[in-house]
Each structure stands twice: as structure tokens, then as C-alpha cells.
């Protein structure tokens, strides 16, 4: 997608939940694609930034194997 920024929070084999930063229209969505739909919400900024940062934080932890 042309100047905005999707970043995956969660994939499995049935799909994805996605957050995109909309450089374009400077807004922020949330969104759930299955293999049946897609369905897209609208966030905010500060809601945004909260997921970014758990994010952020969760990919730095090390788990036992």
C-alpha cells in the first residue's frame, strides 16, 4: 500500500491482524484478514502507538526452546 506502514500483530494459517499507519491521510486502522473476508476499523493515534510499543516490547523477550 502506497505510503502507509502495515505491521502484522498477529498471523496464523487462517489469517492476520494488522495495524497500518496511513502516511497519505495521516490516520491509523486496525485489521482482520481470513481467507473468507477482510475487515478494516479505524484507531487512534494513541492506540496505535500503544500496540507498536507492546509490540516492540514482546519481540525483545527470549522464551526457553
Request: proline residues 2%; glycine residues 6%; negative net charge.
Amino acid at each position: 500500500m502506497y505510503g502507509a506502514t502495515i505491521t502484522a500483530l498477529l498471523e496464523t494459517t487462517e489469517g492476520a491482524l494488522t495495524v497500518v499507519k496511513d502516511e497519505v491521510t495521516n490516520s491509523y486502522s486496525i485489521g482482520l484478514r481470513t481467507v473468507n473476508k477482510l475487515e478494516w476499523k479505524n484507531i487512534s493515534e494513541q492506540l496505535y502507538l500503544l500496540l507498536m510499543s507492546e509490540l516492540k516490547e514482546q519481540e525483545g523477550m527470549r522464551f526457553p526452546s
